[in-house]
């Protein structure tokens, strides 16, 4: 796909790695350093996309099929990348998109072990070879991320699989960090906010400096 990928930042995560609060940190960063940034979220972005997210999330008795979940996660992908993304893009615009593909190989591919080939099938056709430029990776342990969500209300489909479960996850991402170092970028949300908002800031400028 011909668009300058420099305009795309994705934030990621486990449960509870604290991803809104990051985003509100980098909305006060591009708004510090004249960058128009617009903000949107994976699953979901557009109108139809958001019911897919609707459908994915929804806490339910009949099991849901691994690669069903997989195919509804991509044709979200396809309505937010072609309606919304690629066109804010196009307009001038950086797009920061809370989750994007990297989820899909920790989700889909590490914690319910659909196959990587499969993945990379489905990734190449619906987005080419378009990618994050940047990606924030907030990665804590599985059990902090847990009890922090467990502060919030009703949980979706995905909050409630086990412990168990977001280890997988959690390994998943690490593991696309190390296979894309130059694009992924780990910061420590253990941390106190203060703490986490300060390694953003830094990753954020360190990506901005090497565009320059
Ligand atoms: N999914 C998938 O399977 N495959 C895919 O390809 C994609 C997604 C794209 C919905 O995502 C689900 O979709 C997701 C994976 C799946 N399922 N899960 N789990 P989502 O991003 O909408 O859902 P989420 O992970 O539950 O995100 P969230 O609810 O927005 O969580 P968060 O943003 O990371 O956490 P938060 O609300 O900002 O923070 C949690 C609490 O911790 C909150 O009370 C904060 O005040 C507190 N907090 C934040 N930072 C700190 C620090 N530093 N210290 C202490 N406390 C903190």
Redesign the pocket.
Known sequence: MNVPVSQFITVE?????????CIEHIQQWALQNEIPLVCT???GGTPLAEQIRDI??EARDEQVDGLA?LLL?FAARAQHLNGWILPNIKAGKWVLS????D??YA??GAGRGLSTDQIVALETLVQGGFQPALTLL?DLPVEVGLE??R??SEP?R??LEQQEFFEKVRAGYRERAKQQPWRVKIID?S???EQ?AEQLVEALDQWLASLR
Do not use: H, I, M, N
Request: proline content about 5%.
């Open positions: 995560g486990t449960e509870g790695a604290g991803k809104s609060t979220r994976e699953p994915l999330l979940e996660v809370d989750r994007f593909t989820a899909t989700y889909q907030l922090r969500a502060q919030r979706d995905f909050e949300a941390k106190a906010p986490v």
